[in-house]
């Protein structure tokens, strides 16, 4: 199947062979869907957090941070911002010259709006002789595009979210991945002021996250009266994955070589294993908003965080009680009614269980990663949401899935997935670390079964693409999971462009 040149190439990419042909088995077996109970709600798997416990926890994280643990802000940043312009470039390729369509026609009735209106009037300027007004005065609307997504202008076609100008500021125009400075000053930084951030990023694009953090950097650490430690790190080759033909085997390119892609969010369970912290909150880069509307975003970051830190001590205390051996038939009772209601683990078998088995059942189940998940009410976007899943031992446990891992099938399935009441908005805090600060490997947690393929094309030919279990699904469906109603001024992601528009963006 592999000639010695392709295990030559999955060598120096990290990747074995088993690796390989495990891959395309999963061509040819698929993965299977998981069974549900239902979708979580506030009536069951959705905590609905009330003011008096909403003090009680921010007071809680207050409290943790000035204890000097270490913090760190995790933020998937590497995907390029072509999909947000995806409608400005048919408009350049499009066969009239001015705005037609509804998208187009709000883009330009807006265009003053936006953040980076000044930055794309000085390309027009310098590459075309004229500003954006005198442009659309004379209808040259496509120019002024141009200028927005081409290399002769901004080129914001081919960056990544994180390096536009999304805001307005008090202290001018901000960046994307200036916002999440900002942040982690106000709700992740330690007792020593220190804020630690780390973005996942291209390697194309490094040297330009790079220059930015030189330039920006001290101006908010003066700001805010803190110091920053940022990182950066790549999505690792050996996290690449096979494309397959349609009859599973190899998919090769035009020279005989085999097609590697990108494994999907993922990956980086890897980039997020080799961080050092006791607590990471995980963001997407484009959900961020400008200063003067922060205050739900740290309210709740501050809130889910005390969650986190109140369900951790808890689960330390009745672990050293396991390990000790001190304990009574009703402290494992105790034990089991926390993973019933506080971490909605259930399974029925445990009624069969003697105490020995019991205390070994509820050990495994407490002494593993934890992440408290902030979710919205559902307001119609695309994307996954907070489940009730069955865990291959028979668990019942919360799990966040995508509309792939549902079996369209089901009637039952699709429609606990249609009238899911809340929706994943990628907001999580994550402790990683077991009772004895050891950091957990979070390989071990990561169920392999919960990928997903999909269907391609490269220079013309149909492929098979293969996804790793997402990062806050699959890749973590081992952990134990919390999930927090939060407020939907928290969620404002930035899809197209247009929604740079929307007033939780305006200054």
Known sequence: MFTQEDLEVLAKRGISVEKAESQLKSFETGFPYLKLKGAASPEYGILVVDDDAAKYYQDLWQKYLQADNQILKFVPASGAASRMFKNLFEFLDADYEVPTNDFEKKFFAGI???????????????????????????????????????????????????????????HGVRKAFEEHLEEGALYAANGKGQVKLHFTVSPDHLPLFEALVKEKQAAYEARYGVKYKISFSVQKASTDTLAANMDNTPFRDEKGNLLFRPGGHGALIENLNEQDADVIFIKNIDNVVPEKKKSPTIAYKQIIGGVLVSLQQKIFSYLQQLEGGKYQHENLIDMLYFLQKNLFIKNPDTKQLDDTELALYIKNKLNRPLRVCGMVKNVGEPGGGPFVAQSPDGTYQLQILESSQIDKNNADYVAMFKEGTHFNPVDLVCAVKDKNGKPFD????????????????????????????????????????????????????????????RPMHQY
């Open 112 to 170: 003053k709006q936006f953040a980076f209106y000044p930055e794309l009037d000085a390309a027009c300027v310098k590459n075309e002789g004229k500003g954006i007004d005198d442009l659309i005065a004379a209808g040259q609307y496509k120019p002024v595009v141009a200028n927005l997504l081409l290399a002769k202008g901004l080129n914001y076609g081919q960056l990544p979210k994180g390096l536009l100008t999304f805001h307005r500021s008090s």
């Open 442 to 501: 979070l390989l071990k947690f990561v169920d392999p079964q919960t990928g997903f393929i999909s269907y391609k094309s490269k220079n013309g030919k149909e492929l098979k693409a293969l996804e790793l279990p997402g990062l806050w699904n699959g890749a973590m469906s081992n952990w134990n999971t919390v999930f927090v109603d939060v407020d939907l001024l928290t969620f404002n992601p930035v899809k197209t462009v247009n929604d740079l528009l």
